[in-house]
């Protein structure tokens, strides 16, 4: 069965300092991986999804198929970027989205 | 973009009485949407799959007598949740896919409180 991993409920940094918000996954298949945000008050959305290779707001995340990983990165912490972030896989089969327990990013300054 | 609406946004009830969540699609079709369970500072866990003009897929381990599902149309999904009782006090959300086949849209959540 597939599974999401994020070890961490917090984490806190600075402001300037970077931000690795980690994710492993556990899937037989091909993996389509995603990163969710969701802002104080806000419903949940699509930050960036590992198909497309892009760079929203600052923030990337490289598949590694080897260690299974799908860790979100930004260089330079912004206060803005404090939020639950999680991180999703895609399973094709019903076109389900199964979501690690999330990470509560604090950006402090 | 698409945007997914959820009413009501919160609801109290007293324990025994059912409770309906409506979720809506307001500018696309969706033919299959999806019903999500938030625990406080937990994930999101899917609890079933609304297909329009067949019956709701549920996962594992949810009741399907207890949260019926129907999707009457290709913009309108509503979960019922039937002789609610405390332990259902939740979060739920609701989404549905967009053009892309995995990108979902999220509505903002009904927080259900069970007296």
């Known amino acids: 069965a597939q599974r999401v991993t994020q070890p961490e409920k917090l984490l806190s940094v600075f402001k300037g300092a970077p931000v690795e918000l980690k994710c492993n996954y556990s899937?037989?298949?091909?993996?389509?991986l995603f990163w969710y945000v969701q802002y104080s008050r806000q419903r949940l959305q699509l930050l960036l999804r590992?198909?497309s290779r892009e760079s929203i707001k600052g923030f990337t995340a490289d598949l590694n198929k080897g260690e299974t990983s799908f860790h979100l990165k930004k260089p330079f912490a912004q206060e803005e970027d404090s939020a639950m972030y999680y991180c999703?896989?895609?399973?094709?089969?019903?076109?389900?989205?199964?979501f690690g327990t999330g990470t509560q990013l604090k950006v402090e300054l | 973009g698409a945007v997914v609406s959820q009413h009501p946004s919160r609801v109290i009830c007293k324990s025994g009485t059912s409770v309906k969540i409506e979720c809506r699609s307001l500018?696309?079709?969706?033919?299959?949407m999806f019903w999500y369970r938030q625990f406080p500072k937990q994930s999101l866990m899917l609890m079933a799959t609304?297909?329009?003009?067949?019956?709701?897929?549920?996962e594992q381990g949810v009741e399907k007598d207890k949260f019926l599902i129907n999707h009457a149309s290709l913009t309108l999904s509503t979960l019922t949740v039937t002789s609610a009782h405390p332990e259902d006090s939740s979060f739920y959300i609701c989404?549905?896919?967009?053009?892309?086949?995995?990108?979902?849209?999220f509505g903002p959540g009904t927080r259900l409180t069970v007296l």
């Open positions: 999703a896989l895609f399973t094709g089969g019903g076109n389900k989205l199964t």
């Open positions: 899937y037989s298949g091909s993996p389509e």
């Open positions: 500018d696309f079709q969706a033919t299959t």
């Open positions: 609304s297909n329009e003009g067949s019956k709701a897929t549920y």
């Open positions: 590992h198909i």
């Open positions: 989404s549905a896919p967009g053009r892309s086949y995995n990108e979902q849209f």
